[in-house]
């Protein structure tokens, strides 16, 4: 059995290692220690979101800075694509309505992404808040259309106006973020894609009903 799970250890490591080689790092660099130290060792108290390739905590930088620190888990092959993915996107992006990406973490088999901190969470939190976790945002119309016209002003860069054309393909509540004048930002682009020049539209598949 151990000879397995070592076997396993390496061909992952060899993935992981493939999939960052020759990244083009446009961004800034932390130290793990600085990050342990801004989220004090990854307390789960400062756990702000949890997605399917990892989780994300609130924390604070040495010269006061709030961000938000996504820890990428180390045994999902899907994690390092979306850590790609990631740097390679939007590390050289700038728009209002994109959350913006500091820097990044690479040592050992910890992959972490440093975003600016976004005050009221995301939108998903603020509309479906059930139970325990009851929403304190006033939401009423001429905020959310503020939101959906930042969703779109974000959208049109990505897709007209960058220099990279970029579809993100995961437009949902949860990946947009609201900052503390309930400005929208569109973040998590794990699943984002180029798109050639010469598309024109982009192709839905529908989903079967049983």
């Known amino acids: 059995m151990g000879v397995i799970c070592w076997k396993f250890y390496f061909r992952d490591k060899f993935m992981r290692e493939r ?59 899907q994690g390092n694509r979306e850590f790609v993915n990631e740097i390679g996107m939007i590390s050289g992006l700038q728009h209002p309505n994109l959350v913006k990406l500091y820097g990044c973490c690479i040592e050992g088999d910890q992959l972490l992404l440093v975003y600016e901190y976004m005050e009221n969470n995301s939108l998903a939190k603020a509309l479906f808040a059930t139970g325990s976790e009851t929403s304190f945002l006033m939401l009423d119309w001429p905020t959310r259309y503020k939101i959906c016209v930042g969703i779109a ?58």
């Open 19 to 77: 999939d960052l080689k020759g990244l083009d790092l446009k961004t800034g660099s932390f130290t793990l220690r600085q990050l342990r130290a801004a989220t004090n060792n990854f307390d789960s108290a400062g756990k702000i979101g949890e997605g399917g390739f990892g989780s994300v905590y609130k924390g604070k930088l040495s010269d006061g800075t709030l961000i938000a620190v996504k820890q990428l888990s180390p045994k999902s092959r």
């Open 153 to 210: 002003r974000g959208l049109a860069f990505l897709h007209e106006e960058s220099a990279i054309r970029i579809v993100h393909r995961d437009i949902k509540g949860t990946n947009v973020l609201l900052g503390k004048d309930l400005s929208a930002k569109i973040s998590d682009f794990g699943l984002a894609k180029l798109n050639e020049e010469e598309n024109t539209h982009i192709m839905f598949t529908p989903l079967m009903m049983n």
